[in-house]
């Protein structure tokens, strides 16, 4: 995630700017209080006079009592995490009131997408009921992505129609963030699933550093509560003092996967579909204990295998930002990958390859992306 | 914050007061007990979780009988406020049966706004006043929650507790109740302000409070019906008596007789008025009161003055109430007054409702000679079908003599008609008995005979048509008088309370050409009994109601254009009359030429435009306009300290920094503090505030003096015009 702009995004902000909007309600209050108005002059009754008084009074206090307050309402709002597609995320946010003497009531606040990212991130506003002087509330709105990238989202949005319904008191805070949108990840089929296997060499690799590796990494002095066995006796005998064996950690079998470079002819949508099926199979992969790797020439993207979270998602991020229109600055040497992921059909041992993500992953994919080019599959047809 | 039930209880209550607001402004109990179980019956059955919302078919099956009743009613009854109130009560019912989502109680509480201004245009009452008082407190209430429950309501559901700050219900009462008050003062002040009498009657009667006739009065009596006498205490209307110095005449012990109708004809047990009386009477169409109308013989010597406000008079002719005899009339609201000189009757045409006028009297006759005068022509006893004029000549001729009066007319010295008069109205004290009931007149006879010579009891009507009959059969002129007696006073206000149980009938007597007498037939004890207020916990319970709702009639329902400019005129010392400035500007325009009103409208809006610029300028660059102001004024107070010191700039510095989002820990130097965050505060803005940091510190540790402070100031001008 990085932040753009000149607000700082952990601090609290004043709006940049306000707007009013009159309701239909405000429209029917005005009606009625013209109404009024008239009715009282033209009779002269004193009872109407009032309540064309309370009228006015209405629309007085309704713009001193949710007007003033809101201007002393900050916001801050919480590094967006990332999300994949189809899964929801709640954006979160806190309120600060600075106000002194006016609570506020009935807040709405909603996130206001730029042009582009309109359709890619779907935002649902989140109400607050309440919130006193120099009080703090959190709040939270949920988003869904729709669309796999790194989106940017600009505006927040706190509106208020308290007291009376009759004007919409909007602010509006810039707080500039991006929100990176990974593939759609789902659990795979257990024949696919079945597939993904460590290279052959994987068993005799270890890594350099202490562990419970079939490997000799070194020696040290004894400890109390030491296993016996791992007293190496000879040494010991030699330096005259009691040392434990200490033996290597032994690698995690490494999964390279490779993501061919899409032809020109197949659509979007087809692409999306193998990049998601890419990330499937690498949380798939780590989930099994495998360290996942993955190289993608055609886009300039190399990297190596490892196990760890972290390392997950770093692939998802660079997923995420993967493009088809991306090429590669430098030539590098081909590395030999464990699954191919290719849009050219193919029956090959090691090689995935349909462009149909519901052939491989499960339904989740297809309903987050539907296939608009062919009839919905039902489930468990292959 | 259990906003659900809130709302719940809240709108219920709204729903509640609202219908029986109305019901009692209405009087329509009929629709009181049938609206009100069904409003709370709709509710829960319509209130999730345990309640369902109506099928839509059934909603619009009920909305068609509501629009076929409708219909009905107004080809029935025509187009009325309280058609108009029962329509929306109903179509409340509907939406009570219909609430699928937040936005349908949204609609109840609006429907029920409406329902309350039907009830203002229903009754102007001092109840109606107060219940709608606290309608509208539950109802800034209600709205105050619906907002609030309007925000985190999601898919039209509303969550049970939403995240809510502390404090939440407490602050929200609060709020609502604060709202209130400040509502009340701006609307007080709105109705203080907003100019009477312009534009009245633009529209017709559209607005006017629906009127009823309370008082129950009439122009004639029938004997041998109920009549307008009635025990109910509905207040009729209201007394305050003034001297002519202005002192107050008002007293618990001291009665007054207020004069209705005149009546001087009797036939078939009926006592009408003759037809004649207003062609021999003035017509007066008043119009606005500025100055008294003089309706009696001049010169005018005034003795009392009476301020009665009608409570709720028809749009139709009616009698206006008089202590006699009036002679000086002046009213507060545009009306025709019609008023018979030498009967004191006085009528009046107008908007219905309430009525507030101003009448002078002259309780005494101007002593006369009665040789100058003569005496008054002696009149024919009365004759009529079924009555025997013989009998009642023998009664009237026996009390004269018991009393030593010579009973015949001609005989008989002007002096003495007072005493007989007095002899005739005593003569009721004993062997009569004070009833209300209306026993039934057995047919082919007289009511005042079967009253007089058989039956000896009846109500004040009988009294005094046996007394006029009397007087009449031994040649005295007499005649009904039908009004009221205002014997309830009231001290907390200082006014009489006059009800309808006080309506009253009593005799005048012509002791003289034209001068006329009160008597009263009904037995002084009967008379007490009837009229005394009573003493329990309940009736001062009443008299103070009473109190308060005439000054609430006083001051707010009867409150006029003369009133608001003497109001101003005594707290503000200006004379604040827009309307007659509208008239005078009208006036103005008619009489200049064509070229002059085409400057003087242009005039008028190059002025608007010019001012709406201005004000349109000022709107948009408010908040540079606003900091420049500040700057002037910080600048100007800065110079001014008798203690110039750069550490009020440094206090300055750190709260406009801590507003910047970069707040300055109390353990970091400035000049470091502000070189840190400078990434936060942009290039420009960081370079400015690292300036103005050397500055400081050069001014507070290097050379405190002016020039240092001087260049301070400057630089933090500089800092805080940066963005």
Redesign the interface.
């Known amino acids: 995630m990085s932040t753009a702009g000149?607000?700082?995004p952990t601090?609290?902000?004043?709006h940049d700017r306000r707007r009013y909007d009159l309701l239909a309600?405000g429209f029917?209050y005005l009606a009625?209080a013209l109404f009024?108005a008239?009715?009282?002059?033209?009779?002269?009754?004193?009872?109407?006079?009032?309540?064309?008084?309370?009228a006015?009074?209405?629309l007085?206090?309704s713009g001193?009592?949710s007007g003033v307050p809101l201007m002393h309402l900050e916001l801050e709002r919480e590094p967006p995490p990332p999300a994949h597609v189809g899964e929801q995320i709640t954006l979160r946010y806190r309120l600060f009131?600075r106000g002194r003497l006016?609570?506020l009531?009935?807040?709405?606040i909603c996130e206001i997408a730029e042009n582009q990212d309109q359709s890619a991130l779907i935002f649902?506003p989140d109400?607050?009921?309440?919130?006193?002087p120099h009080?703090c509330?959190?709040?939270t709105a949920p988003a869904l992505p729709r669309m796999r990238g790194v989106h940017s989202i600009c505006t927040v949005c706190v509106s208020?129609?308290?007291?009376?319904?009759l004007v919409r008191r909007s602010l509006y805070f810039d707080l500039p963030a991006r929100i990176i949108v990974r593939p759609a990840v789902a659990p795979l089929r257990k024949e696919i699933a079945s597939r993904i296997v460590p290279g052959r060499e994987d068993s005799t690799r270890s890594l350099a550093r202490v562990g419970h590796g079939g490997d000799f990494f070194g020696l040290r002095d004894y400890a109390p509560g030491d296993p016996v066995r791992t007293i190496a006796w000879k040494p010991s005998a030699r330096r005259d003092t009691l040392l434990v064996r200490q033996q290597t950690t032994p690698a995690p079998p490494r999964l390279w996967l490779r993501l061919e470079q899409p032809p020109a002819d197949i659509s979007e949508q087809q692409f999306e579909n193998a990049v998601a099926l890419l990330a499937s199979i690498i949380v798939h992969a780590s989930r099994k204990g495998l360290a996942p790797g993955l190289v993608i020439e055609w886009a300039d993207v190399s990297l190596p295998p490892a196990l760890s979270p972290a390392h997950a998602e770093r692939l998802l991020d660079t997923l995420a930002r993967l493009e088809r229109r991306d090429k590669a600055h430098k030539s590098r040497a081909r590395t030999r990958a464990d699954l191919v992921v290719s849009f050219t059909p193919s029956h090959e041992p090691g090689v995935i390859s349909d462009l149909d993500p519901a052939h491989w992953a499960a339904e989740h994919i297809v309903t987050v992306l539907p296939m608009a080019d062919r009839p919905r599959r039902t489930r468990g047809r292959t | 914050m259990n906003l659900p039930g809130q709302q719940n209880r809240l709108g219920l209550l709204l729903v509640l007061a609202t219908i029986t607001t109305y019901c009692v402004a209405d009087g329509n109990l009929v629709l009181f007990a049938l609206s009100a179980p069904a409003a709370v019956a709709a509710w829960f059955l319509s209130a999730p979780p345990l309640g369902r919302p109506m099928p839509r078919p059934v909603i619009n099956l009920l909305l068609l009988g509501i629009l076929a009743y409708t219909l009905h009613r107004v080809i029935r009854t025509g187009f009325d406020i309280s058609t108009v109130c029962e329509i929306i009560t109903l179509t409340l019912l509907v939406k009570l049966l219909d609430r699928r989502s937040q936005r349908d109680f949204g609609q109840v509480v609006s429907i029920c706004a409406y329902l309350g201004i039907g009830t203002i245009l229903t009754s102007n009452s001092f109840l109606v006043g107060i219940m709608l008082i606290v309608c509208l407190i539950i109802l800034v209430l209600t709205t105050l929650v619906y907002q609030t429950s309007l925000a985190v309501t999601t898919r039209g559901e509303l969550p049970r507790r939403p995240p809510a700050g502390r404090h939440a219900v407490r602050q929200l009462r609060n709020l609502a109740i604060s709202m209130s008050i400040a509502g009340m003062i701006v609307s007080v002040i709105v109705f203080l302000l907003v100019p009477r009498r312009l534009g009245s009657g633009l529209f017709g009667t559209w607005g006017n409070p629906a009127a009823g006739q309370v008082t129950g009065f009439a122009d004639e009596v029938e004997l041998g019906t109920p009549g307008f006498i009635t025990p109910s205490a509905m207040p009729v209307l209201d007394l305050q008596v003034f001297g002519p110095d202005g002192q107050p005449l008002g007293a618990p012990e001291l009665v007054y007789y207020l004069r209705g109708a005149v009546l001087d004809v009797y036939e078939d047990g009926r006592w009408i008025r003759s037809p004649d009386a207003f062609e021999r009477g003035l017509r007066h169409r008043i119009n606005s009161a500025l100055e008294p109308k003089i309706i009696g013989p001049s010169p005018i010597h005034w003795t009392i003055e009476q301020r009665i406000t009608l409570r709720n008079v028809t749009q139709a002719r009616s009698h206006l109430f008089a202590i006699w005899r009036p002679v000086a009339i002046q009213t507060l609201q545009p009306s025709v007054i019609y008023a018979a000189t030498d009967t004191g009757t006085l009528l009046r045409e107008g908007d219905g409702g309430k009525f507030e006028y101003i009448v002078r009297s002259r309780d005494f006759e101007p002593s006369r000679s009665f040789a100058r005068e003569g005496q008054p022509a002696a009149v024919d006893p009365v004759t009529a079908e079924n009555m025997d004029t013989a009998r009642f000549i023998a009664l009237a001729g026996q009390i004269l003599t018991n009393a030593g009066i010579d009973p015949d007319a001609a005989r008989r010295r002007p002096s003495q008609i007072e005493r007989a008069a007095e002899a005739i109205a005593r003569s009721f004290d004993v062997g009569f008995e004070y009833t209300l009931e209306a026993d039934l007149v057995p047919p082919g006879i007289d009511p005042t005979e079967w009253f007089l010579f058989e039956h000896k009891a009846g109500h004040c009507e009988y009294y005094a048509s046996a007394m006029a009959l009397l007087c009449r059969a031994v040649g005295i002129n007499a005649r009904v008088i039908t009004g009221y007696v205002a014997t309830e006073f009231n001290e907390a206000s200082s006014h009489y309370v006059v009800r309808q149980s006080n309506a009253h009938a009593w005799v005048e007597v012509e002791t003289a050409p034209n001068v006329w007498k009160s008597y009263d037939p009904t037995p002084s004890a009967d008379f007490m009994r009837l009229h005394e207020p009573s003493q329990s916990l309940l009736a001062q319970a009443r008299r103070l109601f009473d109190a308060a709702e005439f000054l609430w009639i006083r001051n707010v329902v009867s409150f006029g254009a003369e009133r608001q400019e003497s109001l101003f005129r005594s707290a503000f010392n200006i004379n604040w009359n827009p309307d007659r400035a509208v008239e005078d500007l009208v006036r103005r325009m008619r009489n200049r030429q064509p070229r002059q009103v085409i400057q003087l409208v242009a005039m008028t809006a190059i002025v608007s435009a010019v001012g709406f610029l201005v004000v349109f300028l000022s709107w948009r660059c408010r908040q540079s306009s606003g900091r420049a102001l500040r700057s002037i004024l910080r600048n100007w107070w800065l110079r001014i300290l008798p203690k110039r010191d750069a550490q009020i700039i440094y206090r300055l510095f750190c709260r406009e920094l801590a507003r910047r989002g970069v707040p300055k820990p109390a353990s970091v130097p400035l000049l470091t503090h502000v070189e840190s965050n400078a990434h936060r505060l942009g290039r420009e803005q960081a370079l400015v505030a690292a300036s103005l940091a050397r500055v400081l510190y050069r001014a507070r540790f290097d050379a405190p003096d002016s020039a240092s402070l001087d260049e301070c100031i400057r630089q933090w001008n500089l800092f805080s015009r940066s963005v």
């Open positions: 000149g607000h700082h601090m609290p902000h004043r309600s029917v009625t009024l008239i009715g009282a002059l033209n009779s002269q009754n004193n009872l109407l006079f009032w309540a064309f008084g309370l006015v009074a209405g007085i206090v001193i009592v009131h006016w609570p009531f009935g807040l709405r649902s109400g607050i009921a309440h919130i006193g009080d509330v959190r709040a208020t129609t308290f007291p009376l319904g």
